[in-house]
């Protein structure tokens, strides 16, 4: 019986990866005309060294040549973009959202529209991100008429969306506010632990059963599993994607043996447990948001899960820095193919956009290369999602790209420096993104 309803449920599945992948290949009006865009350092996103001094034409949406400044040439009529001094990244692509709860004035089910799961695709892409998947939380329905839509080039410019449903014991999984707008056991996400007692455990004969069913129908397993021992065993039973670090506790050589043998993918989501950048009074992460956010973050000093405040560092905060560094490079070093995600919508508060630069800066602290970060913002993840036109600059992609006024492989925190973004070689307009959204937020 268990069995029927699961093969059932991958039934649906296979048309959802189908109509994904279509969303892959197409999504909005390409911009026509060749521009040559010249004097910048291109970082292609492969890891291979930067262009100093590059150039690359965009034509009809796409990239059509790179290289060297002079040693590329662009079609006769061509416009010219003088990007000297600056450098050119391609967008990031994030593996690890939940589309469409925040409201800024209210967080649940009730704000799922179409026009807030475009809104916070838009706050991903004024912060330089081409592509977003929201994980196991959002109504499948909804979803794939907006996939449809945003292909069709119905909506302006923003992150190309991708979604998963989500698979949960009964009474267990996403938070009852998410179960909400969801639609039951249709799922590639697995809440495998208890989330801190507070729900039930998926037992290993189910999630052994989802994994070897998800693999029958060539579709990936995203495992939320946070403890030692749950990590070990959805590792070992073959999920390919962890969320999550393990918290609490240090990697042991058995399992780093795992990750050797098995080489998930890895969405760290270490932002989520840290101080949000708004307590910091820095303007990056609070220029899009409306002030009655920020101040009410500010003004939050308790801790709370999941809540973000700006209160005093949790006492358990020294453990939690002390068993990062310990686990992150050995993951890393072990295998664990690591991707951008960062559960930014997952509660008030956490927001679109800034939450991927907090991340990529927080692995180069605990001892990542620059450069393998952008790797793991850019070209592994749309490897992972299976996006063969995203995640680096190069010919025949998608000309999505952050054009950054100063370099990233100097100081990962350059990520923030953004002079402009373009998707599909079409400039997006972030002063006039700006200014509505600071419109919205004066009149709330
Ligand atoms: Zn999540």
């Not at 760290?268 to 950048?277: E, F, Y």
């Given at each position: 019986m268990r069995r029927l309803k699961v093969l059932a449920c991958w039934l649906v599945f296979t048309s959802i990866a189908s109509i994904a992948s279509i969303a892959a290949r197409s999504q909005s009006r390409p911009a026509s005309g060749a521009v040559l865009y010249e004097g910048a350092r291109v970082i292609i996103g492969d890891g291979s060294a930067p262009v100093e001094d590059g150039a690359f034409v965009v034509q009809n949406g796409r990239i059509s040549a790179v290289g060297r400044k002079g040693a590329v040439t662009a079609p006769a009529g061509s416009a010219r973009v003088d990007l000297t001094g600056k450098t050119v990244m391609p967008a990031m692509v994030n593996v690890h959202v939940h589309i469409g709860y925040e409201g800024y004035t209210s967080w649940g089910a009730e704000n799922h529209t179409p026009q807030n799961v475009l809104d916070h695709l838009q706050r991903e892409a004024f912060y330089g991100v081409g592509a977003t998947q929201s994980v196991g939380s959002s109504p499948t329905d909804q979803m794939i008429q907006f996939q449809k839509d945003q292909q069709a080039g119905k909506f302006s410019p923003a992150a190309r969306l991708f979604f998963m449903p989500g698979m949960a014991p009964p009474g267990g999984g996403p938070d009852a506010v998410l179960r909400v707008a969801t639609t039951a056991l249709r799922s590639v996400k697995i809440w495998v632990d208890d989330r801190r007692g507070t729900y039930p455990k998926m037992t290993p004969e189910v999630y052994d059963a989802v994994i070897d069913e998800a693999h029958k129908h060539r579709m990936l397993v995203n495992a939320h599993a946070t403890t030692l021992p749950d990590q070990k065993a959805v590792v070992r039973a073959g999920a390919d994607v962890l969320v999550h670090m393990v918290q609490g506790e240090k990697l042991d050589d058995e399992y780093l043996a795992l990750l050797k043998e098995k080489k998930p993918y890895w969405a760290?989501?270490?932002?989520?447990?840290?101080?949000?950048?708004v307590c910091e009074n820095d303007p990056f992460f609070e220029e899009a948001l409306p002030a009655k956010v920020v101040s009410t973050i500010r003004a939050t000093v308790e801790a709370r899960p999941l809540s973000p405040s700006c209160g005093p560092p949790s006492p358990n905060a020294p453990r939690r820095e002390e068993i990062l560094a310990y686990n992150f490079p050995r993951m890393i070093s072990s295998g664990a193919r690591l991707v951008l995600g960062t559960?930014?919508?997952?509660?008030?508060?956490?927001?679109?956009?800034t939450g991927d630069h907090h991340e990529l800066a927080r692995w180069v602290q605990l001892g990542l290369s620059p450069a393998d970060a952008i790797v793991a913002a850019t070209s592994r993840p749309a490897g992972l999602l299976g996006i063969t036109d995203m995640g680096a600059l190069a010919v025949g992609k998608s000309a999505d790209f952050v054009v950054l006024n100063a370099n990233p492989l100097e100081n990962i925190r350059n990520t923030r420096k953004i002079a402009s973004v373009y998707l599909r070689g079409t400039k997006l307009d972030r002063d006039a993104m700006l200014a509505r959204w600071k419109q919205a937020g004066a009149s709330q």
């Open positions: 760290t989501v270490i932002g989520l447990g840290d101080r949000p950048g559960d930014t919508g997952i509660h008030s508060g956490h927001t679109f956009g």
